[in-house]
């Protein structure tokens, strides 16, 4: 199983790069001969990245509760949580 960590900074969101990135990282794995890919930080408030790796077939898997600081964040509602999102390559 594969893995793969991106960001994207906020002045360059909403021109492809994110999805430039996902769509090379599964052709890379699937390439490479890896039978899944599985992120394992996506922040549950970046609902533009969950809908870009479910666009890409990922499905969350499950979920660390208040695991990720918000920027300037210092209270109890300054977390958010993390999901797990898997993509199985076999068959693909």
Known sequence: M???SFVVATAARGRGIGRALGEYAVEWHRANGFAA???NAVVST???AIRLWESLGFETIG???DAFRLPGGDTASSYADLHVMYLGLADR
């Open 2 to 4: 594969g893995t793969a």
């Open 37 to 39: 890919i599985q992120f």
């Open 46 to 48: 970046n609902t533009g």
């Open 63 to 65: 979920v660390v509760p």
